[in-house]
C-alpha cells in the first residue's frame, strides 16, 4: 500500500489549500482515511478522518469548520479542503490508510498501518 501527498504550499492567513492523497494498493472504500499533521517541535495531531464504507467524518477541533475531508473512490484519492488558514495551521501534513479501525481509535495516529510522505502546509501572518 503506498500513499502520495501532494498539494501543499505557501498561502498567506485568510487563503486556501487543498492537498490531496492518492492511494495505491488498498480501496478506499473499505478503509479509514485521515490526515494528521505536525508542527517543528510539537506532538502530532489529528485532522480530520473518513471512514469506509459509511464514509462518516470527524474532525479535530481546531479546525472544524473550516476543513473538509473528502473522497474519491473511483479516482482512490482522499482531498482536505481547508479554508481560513491561519499561522498556525503551518505543518507537514500527514495522509494515512488504516484498516478495521473503531470510532474511538480514529483520532489516534498509532492505529494506522499506512502513512504517506507529507506534505509542507505555511501559512504567512
Known amino acids: 500500500v503506498q500513499l502520495q501527498a501532494s498539494g501543499g504550499g505557501l498561502v498567506q492567513a485568510g487563503g486556501s489549500l487543498r492537498p490531496s492523497c492518492s492511494v495505491s494498493?488498498?480501496?478506499?472504500?473499505?478503509?479509514?482515511i485521515s490526515w494528521f499533521r505536525q508542527a517543528p517541535g510539537k506532538e502530532r495531531d489529528f485532522v480530520a478522518g473518513?471512514?469506509?464504507?459509511?464514509?462518516?467524518?470527524l474532525y479535530g477541533d481546531s479546525v472544524k469548520g473550516r476543513f473538509t475531508i473528502s473522497k474519491d473512490n473511483a479516482q482512490n484519492t482522499v482531498y482536505l479542503q481547508m479554508k481560513s488558514l491561519k499561522p498556525e495551521d503551518t505543518a507537514v501534513y500527514y495522509c494515512?490508510?488504516?484498516?478495521?479501525?473503531?470510532?474511538?481509535?480514529?483520532?489516534?495516529?498509532?492505529?494506522?498501518?499506512?502513512w504517506g510522505q507529507g506534505t509542507l502546509v505555511t501559512v504567512s501572518s
Open positions: 473518513a471512514r469506509g464504507p459509511t464514509g462518516h467524518t
Open positions: 494515512t490508510l488504516g484498516v478495521n479501525l473503531i470510532l474511538s481509535s480514529i483520532r489516534q495516529g498509532e492505529h494506522y498501518a499506512y
Open positions: 494498493g488498498r480501496t478506499l472504500r473499505t478503509s479509514t
